[in-house]
């Protein structure tokens, strides 16, 4: 597509829920990134694929986040047993190539409230 | 590890004027360097980058920045502020060998007064 689409843009949810945040990202772009924007804060690196496989997931903060990228196109970000800390809008980026003088071009967003 | 400092949270400028946003960064040796703005609403959208060469850097819209090692800074500036550009500004910082793992400052609020 012509840019990078995230669904659905807000989520609310109850905790102990489940939550999955997809992203579709800019076609032809093989690195993918999720980032996590708090209130008032800068986005904070999750995880990055490269491909198929997650190349670096040391911003990933508990056990309970986990992402897939199966085919190498579009990503899944899945929260397990949602706590209220987990509220937050989460990014999705993708660039051409993983590593080298990159340009991420970043989706809209997920908004996730957890009440 | 790189970090990233905005030290102004909220500036108001009046439409025409000039505009200078700050950013200082802490890394050991030169970093990839970013400037984003975000409408609400809207995703991140990249303004201007600054990976090696000339430290002058022009972006988008009408903005350039400016590399200087010595101050650990990378500011942000438009010479003349259109209403369009009341946004959030954020600057980011990453290293060249990992540059997949930007580190963003807590984003500095523009708002433009007519």
């Known amino acids: 597509g012509a840019g990078v689409s995230q669904t659905p843009s807000n989520k609310v949810t109850e905790k102990g829920k489940y939550v999955e945040l997809r992203c579709d990202p800019i076609s032809g772009h093989t690195a993918l990134y999720w980032y996590r924007q708090s209130l008032g804060q800068g986005p904070e690196f999750l995880i990055y694929f490269q491909g198929t496989g997650a190349a670096d997931d040391s911003g990933l903060p508990n056990d309970r986040f986990f992402a897939v990228r199966p085919e190498g196109s579009v990503s899944t970000l899945k929260i397990q047993r949602t706590e209220r800390g987990d509220s937050a809008v989460y990014l999705c980026?993708?660039?051409?190539?993983?590593?080298?003088?990159?340009?991420?071009?970043f989706g809209a967003g997920s908004r996730l409230t957890v009440l | 590890a790189q970090s990233v400092t905005q030290p102004d949270i909220h500036i108001t400028v009046s439409e025409g004027a000039s505009l200078e946003l700050r950013c200082n960064y802490s890394y050991g040796a030169t970093p990839y360097l970013f400037w984003y703005v975000q409408s609400p609403g809207q995703g991140l959208q990249l303004l201007l980058k600054y990976f090696s060469g000339d430290t002058l850097v022009q972006g988008i819209k009408g903005f350039e920045a400016e590399f200087k090692r010595s101050q650990s800074s990378f500011n942000l500036r438009k010479p003349s502020v259109h209403w369009s550009d009341a946004a959030e500004y954020f600057c980011?910082?990453?290293?060249?060998?990992?540059?997949?793992?930007?580190?963003f400052g807590a984003g500095t609020t523009v708002t433009v007064r007519a």
């Open positions: 980011a910082v990453g290293a060249p060998s990992r540059d997949y793992k930007l580190s």
């Open positions: 980026a993708s660039s051409r190539q993983g590593r080298g003088a990159n340009v991420l071009t």
